[in-house]
């Protein structure tokens, strides 16, 4: 059994968060059932009103209309359990995103894809929780020292996204493709080491969750016999019933096998892991309806739009979208509930 984790005033009952994916594959239904089993549910940020008719006039406001309908969705399924919200500081709208969040009451804000450099001055102590997602301990250094003398705050946990996840990665292509990556469990050991300073200097513990690859239960025992606190797992989520994604995403993930995955440049700036398709092998959607999404995006130069791909995927369309996946995914085999899931993951029942 896996012991429950305070972070900060509030209590994290199964040491499981389950990650944020956009566009649309978390929102309140995933997360709601994951709170309900103990875990933090987290709904993505990344366009979760991509489906309202309204998108395409007014997409932050859709967007934003979408994170306090899906907080209330995910909380009359999940009740007292914890509801995180997953905000790229790639985001245009940052900001935006993050104050309509604490707004919406969600108990934490949980920030990758680039460094949250200015979240504690859009997050009032006292109101959501606020984490970081680092790949390195020498980033979570670089953004503590400045949290530190900018803000006086600490985060009250930190996620720590090794080289197997899926989605955007914060390692260099290269070292993706030539499997040069430092294992998640040693990232873990050294931004414990890293913590050490911090902690001793604010009087208080900062939990660390790793991510990336984390299948089974073994691979939760084995990153925390290193130092975490617990476990921030994607993929595996998206092959539950529960899954806000179309079924046909669910049966990619389904299908795909261990050599079925790639890296690709992404016009977020960063490198990412996703499934080949037909989508992938010609990325052939230009940019026909920008949103100016993302802050490093420049529509007239970038090979394909991010948000268009990834919407044909939730929707459905996958010969024409961008599936996301860990590295893992080919051993993803069956479609089960979350409460299964949770139940395999916690007492390790074999897969
Ligand atoms: C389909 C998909 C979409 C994702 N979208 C996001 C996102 O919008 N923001 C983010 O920070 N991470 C995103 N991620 C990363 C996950 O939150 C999580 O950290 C990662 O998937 C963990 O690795 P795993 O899939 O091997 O468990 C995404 C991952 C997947 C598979």
């Known amino acids: 059994m896996l012991k429950p984790v305070c972070l900060r005033h509030k209590q994290l009952k199964v040491p499981i968060i389950q990650g944020g994916m956009g566009v649309g594959i978390s929102l309140g239904n995933l997360a709601g059932h994951v709170m309900k089993d103990g875990g933090m549910g987290v709904i993505s940020a990344a366009h979760p009103g991509y489906a309202d008719p309204d998108f395409y006039q007014d997409p932050i406001g859709c967007n934003r209309k979408a994170l ?11 009740k007292e359990g914890l509801l995180g919200v997953n905000i790229m500081v ?9 104050r309509t969040s604490v707004q919406c009451g969600y108990d934490a804000i949980i920030s990758g894809a680039g460094l949250p450099l200015s979240l504690p001055a ?5 109101t959501s929780l606020i984490a970081p997602i680092i790949s390195s301990a020498k980033a979570g250094n670089i953004l503590l020292k400045m949290w530190d003398r900018r803000y006086k705050r600490m ?3 930190i996620v720590i996204e090794g080289a197997e996840a899926g989605g955007h990665l914060g390692f260099k292509k290269d070292e ?6 430092k294992a998640v469990k040693d990232i873990v050991i050294e931004v414990r080491e890293m913590l050490a300073w911090f902690e001793k200097k604010y009087r208080m513990h900062i939990p660390v969750f790793a991510a990336g690859g984390i299948f089974n239960h073994h691979d939760i025992t084995e990153v925390m016999a290193c130092g975490a606190a617990g476990v921030q797992i994607g993929s ?3 092959a539950t019933y529960e899954c806000d994604a179309h079924p046909a995403f669910k049966d990619a993930i389904l299908k795909a096998g261990p050599n079925d995955v790639a890296i690709i440049d992404s016009p977020a700036g960063l490198p990412g892991r996703a499934i080949k398709n037909e989508w992938l092998d010609h990325k052939k959607n230009p940019v026909t309806r920008c949103i100016r999404c993302l802050k490093s995006c420049d529509p007239k130069t970038t090979p394909y739009c991010i948000t268009q791909a990834l919407i044909e995927a ?7 979208g961008l599936v996301f996946a860990g590295k893992n995914v080919g051993r993803i085999r069956q479609m089960m509930s979350v409460h299964e899931l949770m139940e395999e993951l916690t ?4 897969e």
């Open 68 to 78: 306090a309908i899906e907080a209330d969705k995910a909380r009359q399924i999940g």
């Open 90 to 98: 790639a985001a245009r709208n940052y900001e935006e995103y993050v």
């Open 122 to 126: 859009y997050v009032p102590e006292g």
């Open 155 to 157: 985060p009250d946990f």
């Open 176 to 181: 993706l493709l030539s499997y040069t990556y």
């Open 236 to 238: 595996r989520f998206i």
């Open 314 to 320: 939730v929707k459905g369309n996958i010969s024409q």
């Open 347 to 350: 007492k390790g029942i074999q």
